[in-house]
């Protein structure tokens, strides 16, 4: 049981000494983690979310809105489909997104909108063609 702050000590005073003692009796040499690096994302600023951001990032969940997310995958489906081996994959790949992008273009957006329009499946082709013959 820690003791109590003496009437006229400073508190500051009073808290070092007892961190000094503890440290001197070994009280901290066996503490889980001791002399480990803190776990990436440790921030210093206080965020009062911060366990549902923990457990979002440990479940692999993303809180982007619909839109900002199929933005990305947009913008990912487009570089897959120029890395695709076969012009018939590029073709998939770009008709698959540009169906999500038109639906999301008929929808009310619910969040930030999308700012995507559907790609030109003859421009990514012709695109991945000029890049598969560099190789």
Do not use: C
């Not at 809180?63 to 120029?82: F, G, Q, V």
């Not at 998939?92 to 619910?110: D, G, H, L, Q, S």
Request: charged share 35%; glycine share 6%; no cysteine.
């Amino acid at each position: 049981m820690t003791e109590r702050k003496p009437p006229g000590v400073p508190f500051e005073s009073w808290v070092d000494k007892q961190i000094r003692d503890a440290e001197r009796r070994g009280e901290f040499a066996h503490l889980p983690g001791a002399g480990q690096p803190l776990p990436p994302g440790t921030d210093t600023t206080y965020d009062e979310l911060w366990w549902i951001k923990q457990k979002m990032t440990r479940e692999g969940l993303v809180s982007l809105p619909p839109t900002l997310a199929l933005r990305k995958e947009a913008e990912d489906a487009l570089e897959a489909a120029l890395k695709a081996p076969t012009e018939h994959q590029v073709r998939k790949i770009i008709t698959e997104v540009n169906a999500k992008i038109r639906e999301m273009m008929f929808k009310p957006p619910p969040g930030p909108p999308l700012g995507k329009k559907p790609y030109d499946v003859e421009d990514v082709v012709r695109r991945w063609r000029e890049g598969s013959s560099d190789a």
